[in-house]
């Protein structure tokens, strides 16, 4: 199977390249409610890009192309993470006061968590430090701009909602500051419905070198579970 793919440029990450989580998504909603993606090429934007799905079984593979340029791998798999208890959405809220990004933002034009972004273009999950948790967590109430027709959150940009939170989980360990995805691995349970009330939260996982790793959830107001990742983050020089 070959189809093809646009990245529009609203869904940068990056000023240059697509957000992470948007580009996992873009493979990992073809795959299944469960996926592993892996990032090998920063994803360009507003560049036709061709998908492809190699082998059969537990061996199959899809891939995210430009050309002759290997983008992305992905392939069935659940992401192993212990998911924390989420605070109230009152509690998200005030706890976006604490969001690291308002002080310094290497991509603050980034859709997920810019704090450049208009509100109804990009998400605006602002995720900061929940009380004396060690959790981050902002409270998100979908606008109509990332709905599809049946009211549904698209869920491409379910999984941009995944991206972000865990690298500012990380922050809370002193995780490297200047950092991209590498490998994201989410679940999607519920469908994330346009005007509805969620808490979207990240929590630290573990660092090996330049490598480290975070975890992130979405729950409605009322504490129920829709979707939850594991962030592989990595360290660039600077």
Known sequence: MFTRAVIPSRFNGPPTSANGGYACGLLGTLIGDSAEVTLRKPPPLDRELG??????GAAREWRLVDGDTLIATGRAA?????IPAPPSFESALEA???????RA???????????????????????????????????WTPEPTVGNADGNVDPI?????????????????????????????????LPIRV?????????????????????????????????????????LNQ
């Open 105 to 139: 933002h290497h991509f603050p034009t980034c859709f997920v968590c810019g704090t450049q972004r208009e509100v109804g273009d990009g998400l605006r999950l602002f995720t900061g430090k929940a009380g004396d948790r060690e959790l981050v967590a902002a409270g």
């Open 157 to 189: 940009v379910v999984w941009s909602a995944l991206d972000c939170p865990s690298y500012f989980a990380g922050r809370l360990r002193d995780f490297g500051r200047v950092a991209v995805l590498g490998r994201m691995t989410a679940t999607l349970r």
């Open 51 to 56: 998908i492809e799905v190699l082998g059969e």
């Open 195 to 235: 005007g509805a009330a969620y808490v979207v939260v990240g929590w630290p996982i573990g660092k090996d070198g330049r490598k480290w790793e975070g975890g992130s959830a979405i729950f409605t107001a009322e504490g129920e579970l829709c979707a939850f990742a594991r962030g592989l983050w990595i360290e």
């Open 78 to 82: 659940e992401p192993d993470v212990t």
């Open 96 to 102: 976006e006061q604490a969001y690291e990004g308002f």
